[in-house]
């Protein structure tokens, strides 16, 4: 599911539906009486590929249940890792984070920032925990903290998070790719409206 930037969307969303066809899918509760843990985990992450899809797409209504369904089944992980444990799987991990991101996404579409903001700010902490705090996953949490922060009229804070998404984004080689140049974008807007125009020129 992550060659996503190579087939549309409309095809993820088929090729999905296909493949959950095919391993019966069923609700959360008749999943785990009826499936192994191997194809559970499977069928969360075609529920994750689909409401991406789906969300790529801006069918939000149609994105809610899949990412809710797989979210189901990735609570237990994100618990462990709340409470402090360890998960020796990192895909795993990923992926019940990517289904708290990709809630966060439903949100904001919906213009329910608040919402929003309170899974971004537990997914930040449950990847500083697992120490996946400079990964595309902190980034993309980062960043929409970023635009809350605007949205909300917290700039000071809204600074310092980009400041931070550039660093993550330093670390991992990318200040040569095109979402360095969205983030120096935004950080010069902001330093802009703080009355900082010599630090958004630097930008």
Partial sequence: FRSRFCVTAKTRVKLCEIALDGLHQCDPEQLENSLDSFDTMRVARLELALGEAYLDLLFLRRAELPISRALAVYDPVLATLEAGGSIGD?????????????????????????????????????????KLGKTTLAVNTLANLVSINVCRGQLQRAQELSARVLEVLSSMKYDAMPIYADVLGITAIVDLQLGEPVRAEMS
């Fill in 90 to 130: 990192i895909i795993l991990v990923a992926d019940s984070v990517l289904a708290l991101l990709l809630k966060a996404n439903v949100h904001l579409i919906g213009q329910d920032i608040d919402e929003a903001y309170v899974i971004l700010v537990r997914a930040l902490k449950i990847l500083t925990g697992a």
